[in-house]
């Protein structure tokens, strides 16, 4: 065995150049597949993020492969919290299974099944046949939209409008008829595509619908500052989002900056959005129920106000985009 001067030997050598071609790094071209995402680099450099791969073995593992496909992922006259004494438990164990298996799709690349599969999770300790059968619907919808993917054009085809942060927020009005708590949902859109979503139950009873948005603003401009330190974080720039709402009510708040008899009564952590947007940190603006892309975040949709409101979000089928 040779010995050198630093008190290394030959054998040694011999061992660390093996463990470095073991693990040496290799350029294997352009990621396809994260964590169970699809990724698709388009020739114009688009990006396109799907679980195809994913949601295929996932309607595999339920035995859903010939299971006939649905518009939208809940009837829009569904009532998940209506009386159970007529109807049995379903078993527990299948359906937190599928609703875990939702969560997935949900949180990375479908934001058109957030608010399905939040409404599910409530019904995760006792479930019932009625509950298994939604879960059951919305994977039979994600299973004809598992091509779909979220879509961000290359820098040659977006502009200024498509790269600033833009917001939605919005909220139903005592949706959940068992607690009359409100639905509050967001959705945020940076070069051209949805970055951030969510549909999630309020904490609190609102005592009217210009409450419930205004909280529901709250929790979105709380979700805004983080993407704003994110933001400056990865491009050094500082951005002031625009959030859209449709509630007259909350925004009077916002540009008066005047509490009216609706919302004098509101806590004030929820009044922090109210400051921010008169210190111009985030803008929020009006926009229509009909082009409010949070809608889909508190409520069933008709199939036509879902389609339209899902291709507004930014996301297309794979094969469209080719």
């Not at 609703?99 to 608010?115: F, K, R």
């Not at 790269?163 to 940076?190: M, N």
């Not at 603006?285 to 009909?290: E, G, H, I, P, R």
């Amino acid at each position: 065995m040779v010995a050198y001067a630093d008190g290394s030997s030959e054998r040694a050598i011999d061992v660390k150049n093996a463990l470095m071609k073991q693990y040496q790094m290799s350029n294997l071209g352009p990621a396809k597949q994260f964590l169970g995402l699809d990724i698709t680099l388009l020739p114009d450099i688009s990006i396109v993020l799907s679980q195809q791969s994913y949601i295929d073995s996932v309607v595999k593992r339920f035995g859903m492969e010939d299971a006939n496909s649905a518009p939208i992922p809940l009837y829009h006259k569904i009532r998940l919290d209506t009386d159970m004494s007529t109807d049995r438990e379903a078993d527990s164990a299948i359906y937190q299974a599928i609703v875990g298996s939702l969560i997935y799709a949900a949180t990375s690349t479908h934001p058109n099944i957030a608010y399905s599969v939040a409404a599910l999770y409530r019904y995760n300790a006792k479930p019932y046949t009625m509950h298994l059968t939604a879960a059951k619907r919305v994977l039979r919808y994600l299973k004809s939209t598992s091509d779909v993917g979220l879509v961000f054009p290359g820098r040659s085809k977006s502009t200024e409008d498509t790269d600033a942060l833009v917001g939605y927020t919005d909220s139903d009005f005592a949706g959940d008829r068992a607690d009359r708590k409100s639905q509050g949902g967001f959705i945020f859109h940076a070069y051209g595509g949805p970055i951030d979503w969510q549909s999630k139950k309020q904490l609190l009873v609102a005592t009217s619908t210009t409450e419930a948005e205004y909280v529901a603003c709250s929790e979105t401009t709380r979700k805004a500052r983080c993407l704003i330190q994110l933001h400056k974080v990865v491009t050094s720039e500082l951005v002031s989002p625009l959030i859209y709402c449709n509630s007259n009510g909350a925004l009077k708040n916002f540009w008066s900056g005047v509490s009216s008899a609706k919302t004098k009564h509101i806590d004030i952590r929820f009044h922090d959005s109210r400051e921010l947007h008169a210190q111009v940190i985030v803008k929020f603006a009006y926009v229509s129920t009909d082009e409010n892309l949070a809608d889909i975040m508190t409520k069933p949709l008709r199939p036509e106000c879902h389609r339209r409101l899902v291709g507004g979000m930014g996301l297309f089928r794979v094969e469209d985009m080719d």
